[in-house]
Antibody
């Protein structure tokens, strides 16, 4: 059974950093492109980042480029999103998701809420 | 970057057909995927590659894509279909994945 479980959310101050883990079971993340997608309160979905299955390529939305880093631990089967220089605009539910190919996100976690507030 | 445009809301009565559009420049040349998101839940893919339906998704859900508009059609709309729907593509040039702004389907 495929499961993705995000954790590490919480309330943080502007300018600080936070890392979100996504624990995966039911498949091996090194065989799939893996994503982070976020959703601000009451707003739509925003794609954030992707790591290619081979771990070589990482791509980021313009809004988080140079501040966020996507990574993984293949031995633990975990995906991570390190978020630096957080701003109020980064307040959102963060979902990790698996891509089955051609951009299709076929499995999602339940999400982790990150609130950036002073 | 590539922009996908959806109407903010669509309303339809039970038993009727609801159509949600997704506009983008030459979107017909891309593969479009559709997600359903109910309150408090993660998104679920209901249509992929323009018109394919994952197992477990009712045949009432169908998709099309041509020119500058992709569409999600829900036939015989039910109360349980009330949700937010998002279109999405893979922008091959930048490797970015792009979501439309979402459409709230209200079943009257």
């Amino acid at each position: 059974q495929v499961q993705l479980v995000e954790s590490g959310g919480g309330v943080v101050q502007p300018g600080t950093s936070l890392t979100l883990p996504c624990a995966v079971s039911g498949f091996t993340i090194i065989n799939y492109d893996m994503h982070w997608v976020r959703q601000a309160p009451g707003k739509g979905l925003e794609w954030v980042a992707v790591m290619s299955y081979d771990g070589i390529n990482k791509y980021y939305a313009d809004s988080v480029q140079d501040r966020f880093d996507i990574s993984r631990d293949g031995s633990e089967n975990r995906l991570y999103l390190q978020m630096n220089s957080l701003t109020i605009a980064d307040t959102a539910i963060y979902y990790c998701a698996r891509e089955r190919g051609r951009g299709i996100l076929d499995h999602w976690g339940h999400g982790a809420l990150v609130t950036v507030s002073s | 970057s590539y922009v996908l445009t959806q109407p903010p809301s669509v309303s339809e009565a039970p038993g009727k057909t609801a159509t949600i559009t997704c506009g983008g420049t030459n979107i017909g040349s891309k593969s479009v995927h559709w997600y359903q998101q109910k309150p408090g839940q993660a998104p679920v893919v209901v249509i992929f590659n323009d018109a394919d339906r994952p197992s477990g998704i009712p045949e009432r859900f169908s998709g099309s894509n041509s020119g500058n508009t992709a569409s999600l059609t829900i036939s015989r709309v039910e109360a349980g279909d009330e949700a937010d729907y998002y279109c999405q593509i893979w922008e091959s040039g930048s490797a970015h994945r792009v979501f439309g702004g979402g459409t709230k389907l209200t079943v009257l």
